[in-house]
């Protein structure tokens, strides 16, 4: 899953958001040649473009709502990213959410990029309610195409802020499918396309996939300016980990990679300019910089 790329050998930037992390690393999962089913907005949106510009120049990615294969003029209007004229500009085809699915239903998508409020260890998301639901608790905006996301791609690529209440045992509402109970056939058995699923959950701090036998939320790689106690503190349950224990580090983000993410697309810094932590590099080390109180956090 972590592979090596043009990335290894460029400039890399020495002070970013969280956020801006996540979306750079999420960019370098994607695949070349590969078709992309991308939740609308925000980090799945700028992650499959990133990796367009520089590393999958012949990825085709349909938005959320319908919309095949656009050359999108940038940046977006940070409310229309869907449904509008700036990120459809110059579609291959204008659909719909219902006949997307029905393509994806019988396999034209290969991958589903996807936000999610709330994870739990199989890969099931919450995007519906906090709480007991129709009791107590708040209600969200839901999850528009992303259970049609999650229900039928071939492979789906996850992604949250790092936060102990996001990753629970037991989400409080499956908006959108993962491996249901983790058991063999699960998916199958709710009548979901056979070898589909979650695939990687890339967070601001680490990178997880999903172990084959078990579905159970698998850690493979952290950044580069945390802990493996400091991510493992920051969740309800602990993930597997490889066969040979070995947790790699990933690399930060290159100069380009945050060129593009500023200048021509989070130009106003609406998505990732709201995470908790700035990250900075110096006397040799990494550090964590709480924004609101602009001090630093667990030097490394």
């Not at 698998?218 to 349950?237: G, W």
Request: aromatic share 10%; net charge negative.
């Amino acid at each position: 899953m972590i592979k090596d790329g043009p990335w290894k050998e460029a400039p890399k930037a020495t002070t970013f958001a969280e956020r801006e992390f996540q979306v750079c690393i999420a960019a370098r999962l994607v695949e070349n040649g590969k078709t992309y089913w991308v939740a609308g907005g925000g980090g799945p949106m700028y992650s499959v473009l990133i990796a367009k510009k520089l590393y999958a120049p012949d990825v085709v990615y349909v938005a959320e709502d319908g919309v095949v294969g656009p050359e999108p003029m940038l940046p977006f209007d940070p409310v229309m990213t869907l449904a509008a004229a700036r990120p459809s500009y110059r579609a291959l085809m204008w659909s719909t959410m219902n006949g997307i699915g029905d393509q994806c239903a019988v396999g034209y998508l290969d991958y589903g990029v996807l936000n999610t409020l709330q994870l739990d260890p199989y890969g099931n998301l919450n995007s519906t309610w906090i709480g007991t639901y129709g009791v107590e608790g708040r209600r969200f905006n839901g999850p528009g195409g992303a259970d049609t996301i999650a229900a039928m791609c071939r492979r789906v690529v996850l992604m949250m802020d790092h936060q102990r209440r996001k990753f629970v045992p037991r989400v409080d509402f499956i908006s959108s499918p993962g491996y249901l109970d983790g058991s063999p056939g699960a998916r199958e058995r709710a009548g979901l396309p056979a070898n589909t699923g979650p695939w990687a959950l890339v967070t601001n701090w680490a990178v997880f996939d999903f172990e084959e036998q078990t579905h159970h939320l698998r850690l493979r790689a952290i950044a580069p300016f945390v802990t493996l106690e400091q991510v493992l503190a920051e969740m309800t349950f602990e993930p597997k980990f490889p066969p040979d224990g070995k947790v790699e580090t990933l690399d930060p983000p290159t100069e380009e990679e945050l060129r593009i993410l500023r200048t021509e697309m989070d130009v106003n810094g609406q998505f990732t300019d709201t995470a908790a932590h700035w990250v900075v590099w110096e006397d040799g080390r990494w550090s964590l910089v709480a924004k609101e109180q602009g001090k630093k956090l667990s030097p490394l």
